[in-house]
């Protein structure tokens, strides 16, 4: 019988407060940036956490709170989205095997070109 993992349970009380911690940093620092740098400010940040995650910055845009206009957030919140996919596509062409690659630019290429144009005409 195969031994289960050491790991931490991703749903023990410790995890989860963690992770509201992370959260609560996230939305503090996105609402202290769109007031001192407004929309210049909105795209920086979505870059920084589309490089780990586009779950806080979701939330932190779509808080009642974050008085964002609608069509702002949404672009600020693809362009967090393609950063997030632009990354992890350079991950799979850094360490990947070449019939990796190409199912990698196939699938995450085309609608990474989309969400740029989208971000531009939009």
């Known amino acids: 019988m195969a031994q289960p993992e050491s790991g931490t349970n991703p749903l023990n009380l410790s995890s989860a407060l963690k992770m509201a911690i992370a959260f609560q940093v996230a939305l503090s620092l996105m609402e202290i940036v769109r007031r001192e740098f407004g929309s210049i400010g909105l795209y920086a940040s979505a870059g920084v956490l589309g490089l780990t995650d586009v779950d806080a910055l979701t939330v932190s845009l779509s808080t009642p709170s974050a008085q964002v206009p609608a069509d702002l957030a949404a672009r600020v919140l693809a362009f967090g989205i393609l950063i997030n996919t632009v990354l ?12 990796f690659r190409r199912m990698v630019t196939v699938a995450l290429g085309g609608p990474a070109l989309a969400s740029g144009a989208g971000i531009l005409l939009f």
Not at 88 to 99: C, E, P, Q, S
């Open 88 to 99: 992890k596509m350079g991950v799979a062409m850094g360490i990947g095997r070449f019939d």
